[in-house]
T-cell receptor, first 106, second 111 residues
């Protein structure tokens, strides 16, 4: 089955810094989603992005389907951005990546 | 965004006991999914359910697990005889637009 890998596994930032999270997938996918798992464990939809670029406030995402990767950009990070970020690739079901744990300190 | 509702939010049970986790998906969706996340690990697929039947299950979904749609509005995940390693967060999910919406999860602790 498809493999989904994320990097880096951990990221520590000071408030205001920018960051880029990467998601690699091993095969063609029908779509790709980014989620933020907050400290309470909830999975919050960030983007559905099978290809191209989308932006939502300080967050943006780019997927290059032909090269099998997606990037999530966080600009001007805030402490509330802390948590785990997962990408998930959809073939006939969602397969989650290994996650990036982000800690933002004031 | 339409919500997927899960109950209970947290359940503690003794090893060997049966538990039933409940989910109310986004209405009128025929596809439904259960996922599991052991603490600190990634989210893993358990089972997909289409039109009142299991359409696919993972190797995690062994004979102690079952899914049902007891009525038209909610789904259940039953674990017949819980083990310590069943302690995890359990999520249900519905397709929503072009993506998936997840419930807030049930944290199951087996002691």
């Amino acid at each position: 089955g498809i493999q989904v890998e994320q990097s880096p596994p951990d990221l520590i930032l000071q408030e205001g810094a920018n960051s880029t999270l990467r998601c690699n997938f091993s095969d063609s996918v029908n779509n790709l989603q980014w989620f933020h798992q907050n400290p309470w464990g909830q999975l919050i939809n960030l983007f559905y992005i099978p290809s191209g670029t989308k932006q939502n406030g300080r967050l943006s995402a780019t997927t290059v389907a032909t090269e099998r990767y997606s990037l999530l950009y966080i600009s001007s990070s805030q402490t509330t951005d802390s948590g785990v970020y997962f990408c998930a690739a959809y073939t006939d079901k969602l397969i989650f990546g290994t996650g990036t744990r982000l800690q933002v300190f004031p | 965004e339409p919500e997927v509702t899960q109950t209970p939010s947290h359940q503690v049970t003794q090893m060997g006991q049966e538990v039933i986790l409940r989910c109310v998906p986004i209405s009128n969706h025929l596809y439904f999914y259960w996922y599991r996340q052991i603490l600190g690990q990634k989210v893993e697929f358990l089972v997909s359910f289409y039109n009142n039947e299991i359409s696919e299950k993972s190797e995690i979904f062994d004979d102690q697990f079952s899914v049902e749609r007891p009525d038209g509005s909610n789904f259940t995940l039953k674990i017949r005889s819980t083990k310590l390693e069943d302690s995890a967060m359990y999520f249900c999910a519905s397709p929503q637009g072009y993506g998936y919406t997840f419930g807030s999860g049930t944290r199951l602790t087996v002691v």
